[in-house]
């Protein structure tokens, strides 16, 4: 077994009989604090652990075994082997496991691992949010930050060109400012509501949802069409999807909406249409509701679409929904040399075995 360099090791009495111990268990007293327990979640409670063991102990009658606390391991103790850098916890059978912290989380953090599976301890001191920090400090750059001026800011960026600072005065009226680069003011929010602002976009999301507006004026604001989606679990998931539209000039079957049914899930697919003319002179509104099924790639539909609402002032034009091969479709009919203007809404309900 590899020696210690710069450690401080400790020998320990573990709890009882029977109480087999092996190198690289992660070790905590016992209620009395005189004795030594692996520390499985069931031991650990709400404490955390304070070492790991070297030594191993064979569980007959009373022994000891050496444990360490601060300083590094080697991977033939630790038995993480080769992997990601990464932070270690102690695991629910009290041994050590990479994890990656997360907000709010409560692991025994007891260190940090090099790829190799070496470990450096740092028994009981950080908590998930703490390792979560160390990690995201950087992006905070500038001498903005809490800057009681209107002044520029720093010329140097990290990276070169996406440098964000925050700005606050306490004079009056008071603000704040969300900036990018010297002197490019992003965001600005005063006593007195905005006064300032470009506009943000969401990188994060698909483009066609990006937000392009940081203030909203008078009137109406188009956002094109979107789905959105609701998963009550792993087997059901609610889609709603608005608006969708399509122009038609004659009698032609044209589809207004389809979307592939994935093998093995059943879907009831119900959509809120309307049509009208280019003089407003009339117009159509149907509700249409099918249902379908996906059996190992071949999609059924489940009895006949049912027409709840039509509304019609020519009853040359209609609406239905079917499907071809693995696509259900929201189909309309127009009329022969009419021009028409077709919306609709949608909302499916999908569930899988």
């Known amino acids: 077994m590899p020696t210690p360099a710069h450690s401080i090791i400790f020998w320990a009495v573990p709890y009882g009989t029977n109480a087999v111990i092996n190198p690289g268990d992660v070790m905590i007293p016992d ?12 031991n650990r409670g709400t404490r955390r652990s304070e070492g790991v063991a070297l030594t191993a102990f064979g569980g007959i009658g009373t022994g000891t075994v050496e444990i360490q606390s601060t300083s590094t391991i080697d991977a033939s103790i630790s038995g993480l082997g080769a992997g990601s ?15 990656t912290p997360s907000p709010g989380g409560t692991g025994d953090i007891i260190g940090r691992c090099e790829a190799d599976g070496r470990l450096h301890l740092i028994m009981g001191c950080l908590t998930e949010d703490f390792a979560l920090a160390s990690g995201t400090l950087t992006s905070v750059t500038g001498t903005g930050l809490w800057h009681n001026t209107t002044g520029a800011l720093d010329a140097a960026a990290y ?4 440098q964000y600072d925050i700005l606050m005065s306490n004079a009056t009226p008071d603000w704040v400012r969300f900036a990018k680069g010297s002197n490019s003011t992003v965001f600005q929010v005063s006593s007195g509501g905005v006064v300032s602002y470009s506009t943000i976009l969401n990188a994060h999301v698909d483009a066609a949802a990006a937000i392009a507006y940081s203030k909203l004026g008078t009137g109406t604001q188009s956002i094109g069409a979107q789905q959105y989606d609701s ?4 087997k059901g998931t609610e889609r709603t999807v608005e608006p969708k539209h399509v122009q038609t000039t004659d009698a032609t079957v044209t589809t207004l909406d389809s979307f592939t049914l994935a093998s093995g899930t059943a879907v009831i697919w119900t959509a809120v249409i309307t049509a009208i003319n280019t003089t407003g002179s009339q117009a159509a509104m149907y509700v249409r509701t099918a ?10 539909q489940v009895g006949a679409t049912q027409a ?5 002032d020519d009853v040359a034009w209609d609406a239905t929904i ?3 091969g693995t696509t259900p479709r929201i189909r309309v009919t127009g009329k022969a040399a009419t021009t028409l203007q077709w919306s609709c809404t949608s909302q499916r309900v999908e569930v899988i075995p």
């Open 322 to 324: 079917d499907f071809t």
């Open 159 to 162: 990276p070169p060109t996406a």
């Open 231 to 234: 998963t009550v679990d792993s």
């Open 85 to 99: 850098a990464s932070w270690v916890r102690c695991s629910a059978t009290g041994r050590p496991e990479r994890f």
């Open 308 to 312: 709840s609402v039509t509304l019609e």
């Open 31 to 42: 209620a009395t604090a005189t004795t030594q327990l692996v520390a499985t979640t069931a």
């Open 291 to 300: 249902g379908f099924r996906n059996n190992a790639g071949t999609v059924s």
